[in-house]
């Protein structure tokens, strides 16, 4: 039968304010993460990157971080602006598991009002 | 990503009908990647290919097909739509020789509706 697409969890900030966007992965085996930003009409982008062997990274704006006891990782953006307005993915692989492809979690919709 | 091209960007076909979305790279990575994007189920892998003579299944393959003309292009067929194919169609690209490793380069998007 027809799939039916399933409601996209939604985080409202107003601007200026920090966003914090949660992502579970279920693979105890994963040793990389990648943050992705997807605008409307517009592909996946790479916000931001951690390894296993870290639990925390920073970028501009961004920071993320890296619970592996319970297989989270959340995304932290500091002073919301308009222009972060986007579906947020994370993403996690295992090299040797599957090659190495990315698994994507369903995503994040951020909506920043003025 | 410019680097990473999707053809055609929209299309609206019929039940039945045998359609091709084309990607290309000129971004020099091995690797490509077919994906599906429904709202709330994230994106969904389709077939893989990391070189020319290689062609992998990705979790969503039933009704799909893949060709790899060449390190650049990359094709997804549907050999019969389905309106259950609806849905937006991402190509990518990685190159594990990268620096961030596994980063995967997306290109626009085809938005395709099967009536």
């Known amino acids: 039968g027809e799939s039916v697409g399933l409601h996209l969890p939604t985080l409202s900030v107003q601007e200026g304010d920090n966003s914090i966007i949660n992502c579970a992965y279920s693979?105890?085996?994963?040793?990389?993460f990648i943050w992705y930003k997807q605008e409307s009409g517009k592909g996946p982008q790479f916000i931001i990157d951690?390894?296993?062997?870290?639990d925390k990274r920073q970028g501009q704006r961004v920071t993320v971080l890296l619970n592996k006891t319970v297989k989270h990782l959340s995304l932290q953006i500091a002073a919301t602006q308009p222009g972060d307005s986007a579906v947020y993915f994370c993403?996690?692989?295992?090299?040797?598991?599957?090659?190495?492809?990315?698994?994507f979690g369903k995503g994040t919709k951020l909506s920043v009002k003025p | 990503d410019a680097d990473v091209t999707q053809t055609p960007r929209n299309r609206i076909t019929k039940t039945g009908k045998r359609i091709m979305l084309e990607c290309s790279q000129t971004?020099?990575?091995?690797?490509m990647y077919w994906y599906r994007q429904d709202p709330g189920l994230g994106l969904r892998l389709i077939y893989y290919?990391?070189?020319?003579?290689?062609?992998n299944k990705g979790e969503i393959s039933d009704g799909y097909s893949v060709s790899r003309q060449a390190q650049a292009k990359f094709s997804l067929s549907l050999e019969s739509a389905i309106p259950n194919q609806t849905a937006l169609y991402f190509c990518?690209?990685?190159?594990?020789?990268?620096?961030?490793?596994?980063?995967?380069?997306f290109g626009p998007g085809t938005r395709l509706t099967v009536l």
């Open positions: 990518a690209t990685s190159d594990p020789g990268l620096a961030r490793y596994n980063e995967q380069f």
């Open positions: 693979n105890s085996a994963s040793d990389y």
């Open positions: 951690i390894r296993s062997n870290m």
């Open positions: 993403a996690d692989t295992h090299y040797g598991g599957s090659q190495g492809n990315l698994i």
């Open positions: 971004k020099g990575h091995d690797r």
């Open positions: 290919s990391f070189d020319v003579k290689d062609i």
